[in-house]
């Protein structure tokens, strides 16, 4: 059934069997790609251009063919924007004058190609939660004209404060109208002139430390054919005290704001003061490249099932205690690009299916999803005839486990796969255990997604057959303390690599049941992407 199907039940998902993983290619791949000689893979080094030919090997090997009009790549023109002599943002109004220092109460960039900013007596208006979502009746910037305005922004989303996934923002769960990117897109929209979101570390999920580090030094973006002259002139963050102090100048109490602001019907709120602040900015230009293979279908070949994965790392990075000073990203996504091009040596060996299957890694992840980001803008094949997608993002080599996390389960018809493939292996599915924090919005499968492909994010389980939960819970608190963008992620010959094949097969069965459906499936209904999906299935022909 195609057309934006949504009868579940009626769905044309067939039987699959699972087909041999080679776990030694998985192994090879892995750690050749993290090898010191790859430098940790850093986009516009050579450490790319080892990995671009490794792969472009390895994708051969494995039977691809290439997939960007019979070359293995597309260049991703990227722009690094760094900001220097930041001056402190200057609030007057109100018979009120005061300044917020730089860093310590503000932090703010330019998605502009341009050497300087000036963001001049720009009036301040609070706008909630910064969200239009006419799929739920709500707008936060109704019957107010922002050009030339600043607006200020909660994170998160409306209902972050209810227990439970109950809520028309999904609860406790974070939607990707919580995300910063999403609020950021929006007042750009509402043709804003700036942006600053309030820091509040528990919405937020991480502290004004991480925002200080992320915010202040080189941004990275992927090249824009108006050198993002679409985009308001300044975004940044305001620390929760600043913002308190700003509120107070105004005559609002922002916990008063905040509460208001969670209601349905939300107006905007003129604070009657405005800011004024000056940098200026370093640029520099440089192409990187997303390796894309594909396998193509019998009798829908214009119609793929795509999957992802990142070859990128951090390149030199902090030293450990040793002395090293390279991110090798092992785990990192080293092994995510080995899964992938042993799934696609297992798709190839069965033969071709009726749909073509894609393979695509992809660069600069790390800074920003800008590899996924460009091709998503740029598609290679049409997004309306994508039919859905998995992406391969850390996996886990700690051995096999009962289960898979499902990270942004119930968003779309792809689980309906996933679920007859667990039930094939004995397996279940456990829900994200930090909904909160917003991470199906954090790895490349979004920038897809956001554009209306249902993409599916499976990640390995915690519930290990050796150890049950509480050993899969102490693996994942290791790795992230110890290894997780750190030197420390390197190549273990002791790995476990009976995960990996057991999680492969779960991704080759799921990319088979959809390269042979007859299926379109679809976000479920009230989900953020699906107006976007529909929209783009009634202008097409021959795709969703």
């Not at 200026?280 to 999957?307: A, K, M, Q, W």
Request: charged share 20%; proline share 5%.
């Amino acid at each position: 059934m195609a057309k934006g199907m949504t009868d579940v039940a009626a769905m044309d998902i067939p039987d699959v069997e699972p087909a041999p993983i080679d776990t030694a290619l998985i192994r090879e791949v892995t750690k050749v790609l993290s090898s010191d000689e790859f430098e940790g893979r850093f986009p516009g080094t050579t450490g790319e251009t080892k990995t671009l030919d490794y792969l472009v090997k390895q994708f051969t090997a494995a039977g691809l063919q290439p997939g960007n009009k019979g070359s293995w790549f597309q260049d991703v023109p990227l722009v690094e924007i760094t900001g220097r002599d930041f001056g402190p943002m200057k609030v007057s109004g109100r018979d009120r004058s005061f300044d917020l220092a730089h860093n310590a109460d503000w932090v703010g960039v330019t998605y502009r190609e341009q050497p300087q900013v000036e963001l001049k007596d720009s009036e301040l208006v609070f706008v909630g939660y910064g969200i239009v979502a006419p799929e739920k009746g709500w707008n936060d910037y109704a019957g107010v004209n922002m050009r030339g305005k600043t607006a200020v922004i909660l994170v998160n989303d409306p209902d972050w404060l209810t227990d439970g996934l109950e809520g028309p923002f999904g609860g406790a769960a974070m939607t990707y109208y919580g995300r910063w990117t999403y609020k950021f897109e929006e007042a750009a929209r509402q043709g804003a002139a700036a942006a600053l979101i309030v820091h509040d570390t528990f919405p937020a999920s991480y502290g004004w430390n991480v925002v200080q580090e992320g915010w202040t030094g080189p941004q990275a973006f992927a090249e824009r054919a108006d050198g993002g002259a679409g985009q308001t002139l300044m975004n940044g963050w305001l620390q929760n005290d600043a913002a308190r102090k700003l509120m107070e100048a105004a005559g609002k109490d922002l916990h008063t704001l905040e509460g208001a602001a969670m209601q349905k019907g939300f107006k905007p709120v003129p604070l009657g003061l405005s800011v004024s602040t000056a940098f200026g900015n370093d640029i520099r230009r440089y192409t990187s490249r997303n390796v894309i293979g594909i396998l193509p279908g019998t009798t829908r070949p214009d119609e793929f099932v795509l999957h992802s994965a990142h070859w990128d790392h951090l390149g030199h990075c902090t030293s450990d205690d040793k002395g090293d000073d390279i991110c090798n990203g092992a785990i990192d996504n080293a092994a995510g690009v080995a899964a992938m091009v042993a799934l696609a040596k297992a798709q190839a060996q069965s033969g071709p299916a009726q749909r073509s299957m894609a393979f695509v890694a992809l660069t600069a992840e790390e800074q920003g999803l800008l590899g996924s980001e460009y091709l998503a803008a740029n598609p290679v094949f049409p997004l309306d005839h994508i039919v859905g997608g998995l992406n391969i993002d850390t996996p886990l080599l700690a051995g096999p486990a009962r289960d898979v996390s499902v990270i942004g389960g119930g968003k779309s018809e792809l689980d309906a796969f996933l679920a007859k493939v667990l039930k094939k292996q004995g397996r279940t599915a456990t829900p994200d255990q930090s909904p909160q924090a917003g991470f199906y919005y954090r790895s490349d499968h979004f920038s897809f997604a956001k554009r209306g492909v249902p993409m599916l994010y499976v990640e390995g389980g915690e519930d290990f057959v050796d150890g049950g939960p509480a050993a899969g819970g102490a693996w994942q608190e290791r790795y992230t303390a110890n290894a997780y963008h750190a030197a420390n992620d390197e190549f273990d010959p002791k790995w476990d690599f009976g995960s990996m094949k057991q999680d492969m097969e779960l991704y080759y069965m799921i990319g088979r049941m959809l390269a042979e459906s007859s299926a379109w499936p679809n976000w479920v209904a009230g989900d953020e992407f699906r107006r976007i999906r529909d929209a783009s299935c009634k202008k097409t022909k021959g795709g969703c």
